[in-house]
């Protein structure tokens, strides 16, 4: 597993002891039913706050 980097601060997110995880509220439109994330995890840097990944990290660099 590739190690992440904060692009913002600079923090070494070495695991998810490194990142603030919050709950992505679900947003639901009642008759467009318009899903942005669904259920998912949100991680923030835990430095800056700055969002990293949604769920999986899928990409990097
Ligand atoms: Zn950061």
Known sequence: MAEL????????IESTD????????EVEADDSSVSLYG???LFLCSG?????GVGRSGSDS
């Open 48 to 52: 800056c706050k700055k969002p990293l």
């Open 39 to 41: 259920n998912s995890d």
């Open 5 to 12: 980097e904060c692009s913002d601060c600079g923090t070494e």
């Open 18 to 25: 490194d990142l603030e995880r919050t709950e992505l509220p």
